[in-house]
């Protein structure tokens, strides 16, 4: 098996005739922290949708371990083991914490569709439930509904939930948007811990993050990569710089 | 690690409590009735549509779906089993099964092409697709289209209980509509429905997490046509007779309204609210056409001044989940 979890092969999207993202090669090796970044505008956030499947490409190929998912459905992705995150905070707002990261469990049990049976059956999740609510430092919450949590302990809750689902590979889209400094900080060591045997591919605008978190680094610019290497390598380069800071830069 | 004790983790086993005594009440109620000298005709039709908007509630309620269209499954229901009572001369059971049935088919035929939308469009195309069925029946024999199928024999349930006695009527109608409620509290509180109250909160996190929710929108769909589809059938031994205007679509407002008056998403709500509307329609006769102008201001102020509903309103005061 290649050493190379995830792949894209040319991979394009047009917006009506605006060109989003343009024959994008990218390789994330598996085991790895992989950020991607970019001036607003550079197509990172189509990339990340593309590869989760929520946009379809116009050209292309995605390769997810050895296995070609171009055309596989959203739902079927998560399923392989590459789970997403989104933006703006993704919980459930009217359910409690527990419920939250229990109906991620939910899912392998296989009795998602039966309407007939006590909720009781799913009480023998809580354990583990509660096990990865404490290990996002969310223990004194567990009852309280999502949606009354601050936003970096709904990220938190976030990370929970995906973490909940066991899987390979995780794709952060811009995991500290809006948080403030103390909870930046607590955010990017629960990255480094559960990345200790996955895969993480993350878009993230806070360089200092991106310096601290990343192993490897791809830079994209008007949908094109643009650099790729680590951070040293890649904030050295005059291209990143003038993508970054614009042509006035000496 | 804290150890988490449940004084710490109130609400799930309290709210448990709660709904169990207020079912307790609604059925203890419902009970007596026969005894109390209220009009028996009255509470079996207040029951026949508390249990449709309790099945509309489940899809909007706890799906996320507005649905404008769901007399198509109580007059469908209602004309299938009219039809088998009268014509086929079936037993009192089995046409209620076939209605059911009939309106489970229909369920899943227009939940197929509705569920691909959302919001506002999957109103239009529920309501679209309950219009298209009105002139149908407006025009197909079977239903006598404006005289509706008039004069049903209510027969013995089983071969034992008179229906045409007011008595066994009203017990047989209100265990109908007491397995329906529990049926819907019991798919509310299943590992079905957390999967529902996770799409209706966020559906992109949902199928991020491997749900394909479409699939789940479609079973909470078709559950709602067929117990809205019981309740049709059940109305036909009530009323003795199935015509157009349960398949109008003032009759999927009518639904709408009296969810909204007992509280959108609450598990009491709808029926509370389906016998208000009722009781208005019952006690504000006199009024003659003034009871729609009734109905709209109280539709107004409701959505204006407790957008909960009565029972939303009762359970946000008291920190209740009713």
């Keep these: 098996m290649s050493d190379y979890i995830l792949e894209t092969q040319g991979l394009t999207k047009d917006f009506l005739g605006f060109t989003a993202v343009k024959g994008v090669n990218l390789q994330v090796a598996r085991g790895t922290i992989h950020a991607l970044i970019g001036p607003n505008g550079a197509g990172k956030t189509t990339v990340f949708n593309l590869l989760t499947k929520f946009l379809r490409p116009t050209k292309g190929s995605i390769t997810f371990k050895g296995e070609d998912v171009t055309w596989v459905k959203p739902a079927d992705v998560a399923r392989r083991g590459m789970i997403r995150s989104f933006q703006i905070s993704a919980v459930f707002p009217n359910l409690s914490v527990r419920e939250n990261v229990r109906v991620a469990l939910q899912r392998p049990l296989g009795n998602s569709f039966h309407f007939w049976r006590s909720q009781s059956v799913l009480d023998k999740l809580n354990e583990r439930a509660e096990e990865l609510v ?8 567990i009852k309280h509904d999502a949606g009354e949590l601050a936003y970096g302990r709904k990220r938190a809750l976030e990370i929970a939930t995906t973490l909940a689902l ?13 948080l403030g400094t103390e909870d930046i900080g607590r955010i990017a060591a629960l990255i480094k811990s559960v990345a200790k045997n996955r895969t993480v591919l993350m878009v993230e605008h806070n360089l200092s993050v991106v310096a601290d978190l990343s192993d490897r680094i791809t830079v994209l610019a008007r949908g094109e990569i643009l650099a790729e290497g680590v951070y040293a390598e890649v904030s050295a380069n005059p291209a990143v710089i003038e993508a970054y800071v614009g042509t006035g830069h000496a | 690690m804290t150890v988490l004790t449940d004084d710490i ?4 086993g309290r709210a ?7 079912f307790a009440v609604m059925a203890g109620l419902l009970l007596i009735v026969p005894l109390t000298g209220v009009y028996p005709f009255f509470v079996m039709q207040a029951l026949c549509f508390a249990l449709l908007a309790c099945a509309f509630n489940l899809l909007i309620g706890y799906g996320g779906l507005l649905s404008f269209g769901h007399a198509m499954f109580l007059g469908t229901a209602g004309y299938v ?24 088919a229909l369920g899943v035929i227009t939940g197929l092409v509705a569920i691909r939308r959302q919001g506002i469009y999957f109103a239009m195309i529920t309501l679209a697709l309950s219009q298209l069925l009105y002139f149908i029946y407006l025009q197909t024999p079977f239903t006598h289209g404006e005289d509706g199928i008039q004069g049903i024999p ?9 229906l045409a006695r007011p008595t066994t009527l009203y017990y047989v109608i209100l265990a109908g509509f007491l397995f329906g409620f529990l049926l819907i509290y019991r798919t509310i509180n299943s590992p079905f429905g957390e999967v529902l109250k996770a799409i209706r909160e966020n559906e992109p996190r949902a199928i991020s997490l491997g749900y394909k929710t479409d699939q789940y929108k479609l079973l909470a769909y078709i559950l709602s046509a067929t117990l809205a589809g019981f309740a049709g059938s059940l109305k036909v031994f009530v009323a003795q007779n ?15 309204l009296m969810t909204l008056v007992g509280g959108l998403g609450t598990i009491f709500g ?31 102020t409701c959505v204006l001044t407790f957008r909960r509903g009565v029972i939303g309103e009762i359970a946000h005061y008291f920190r209740r989940s009713l």
Excluded at chain 2, 154 to 162: D, E, K
């Design chain 2, 9 to 12: 983790l109130p609400t799930s």
């Design chain 2, 154 to 162: 209510q027969g013995y349930l089983f071969g034992i209980f008179n």
């Design chain 2, 81 to 104: 089993t009219a039809h088998a009572l009268k014509v086929w001369g079936v037993s009192p059971e089995l046409g209620i099964l076939l209605g059911t049935a009939g309106a489970a």
């Design chain 2, 16 to 22: 448990v409590r709660d709904e169990m005594i207020a």
């Design chain 2, 270 to 300: 709808p029926v509370v609210g389906a016998f208000v509307i009722i009781a208005m329609q019952q006690y504000l006769a006199g009024f003659g056409q003034w009871v729609t102008v009734i109905q709209g201001v109280i539709f107004v």
């Design chain 1, 134 to 141: 404490c290990a996002v430092g969310l223990q004194d919450f």
């Design chain 1, 166 to 178: 066991d899987p390979e590979m995780l794709l952060l889209d811009e995991p500290m948007a809006g």
């Design chain 2, 242 to 256: 199935a015509s157009l205007t349960d398949v109008h679509w003032s009759m999927s407002g009518e639904i709408v």
